[in-house]
T-cell receptor, first 111, second 113 residues
Framework: SQQGEEDPQALSIQEGENATMNCSYK?????LQWYRQNSGRGLVHLIL?????REKHSGRLRVTLDTSKKSSSLLITASRAADTASYFC???????????FGRGTSLIVHP | DGGITQSPKYLFRKEGQNVTLSCEQN?????MYWYRQDPGQGLRLIYY???????QKGDIAEGYSVSREKKESFPLTVTSAQKNPTAFYLC????????????FGQGTRLTVV
């Protein structure tokens, strides 16, 4: 079963613009994570936000978490062509640390 | 240089054959996972293991088998019972604790010929 659902499924922007992706989930979580996947490669962990946190930053990445709405957003500021990839949210729920993934957002950044 | 290694990168299987995908990690992680990725489906959990000599079925375990004889290794066998095995397979590992990140291998693309 897939816990998180990303929105939009695909996003196409110009270099320098900001990219925002959203993730909605169904049940209470311990944490929510964002991963990046370049085409044909493995996933790379970007950021983890715990259920008692509301916002986290890492470089050009900003993640917010709204547990009342069961949603999270990933903002990439000043995007670059190298940011072109698929982005996945994953949730940890209950006593489980096993990440459950959504279907991902495909981001294309045009130079 | 710590990490998680999957091999081979590409694998071709004939109808009726079993094939084994390798996954090795030197991160000293207790937990290891196998995911399957199909276009538009995201990642689906096949099997996971929290400790040596123990593993549990995930959401789509039918037609797959695993073993965990060593902490570092978690091979996945795709059996002939798996009717639609063509997919991208991802192995991951993590500490067996909450609020921890998973580390992924580079994946194995399996194609039935």
């Amino acid at each position: 079963s897939q816990q998180g659902e990303e929105d939009p499924q695909a996003l196409s922007i110009q270099e320098g613009e900001n990219a925002t992706m959203n993730c909605s989930y169904k049940t209470s979580i311990n944490n929510l994570q964002w991963y990046r996947q370049n085409s044909g490669r493995g996933l790379v962990h970007l950021i983890l936000i715990r259920s008692n946190e509301r916002e986290k930053h890492s470089g050009r990445l900003r993640v917010t978490l709204d547990t009342s709405k069961k949603s999270s957003s990933l903002l990439i500021t000043a995007s670059r062509a190298a940011d072109t990839a698929s982005y996945f949210c994953a949730t940890g729920t209950g006593g489980s640390y096993i990440p459950t993934f959504g279907r991902g957002t495909s981001l294309i950044v045009h130079p | 240089d710590g990490g998680i290694t999957q091999s081979p990168k590409y694998l071709f299987r004939k109808e009726g054959q079993n094939v084994t995908l390798s996954c090795e990690q030197n991160l000293n992680h207790d937990a290891m996972y196998w995911y399957r990725q199909d276009p538009g489906q995201g990642l689906r959990l096949i099997y996971y293991s929290q400790i040596v000599n123990d593993f549990q079925k995930g959401d789509i375990a039918e037609g797959y088998s695993v073993s965990r004889e060593k902490k570092e290794s978690f091979p996945l066998t795709v059996t002939s019972a798996q009717k639609n095995p063509t997919a991208f397979y991802l192995c991951a590992s993590s500490r067996a604790s909450l609020n921890t990140e998973a580390f992924f291998g580079q994946g194995t693309r399996l194609t039935v010929v």
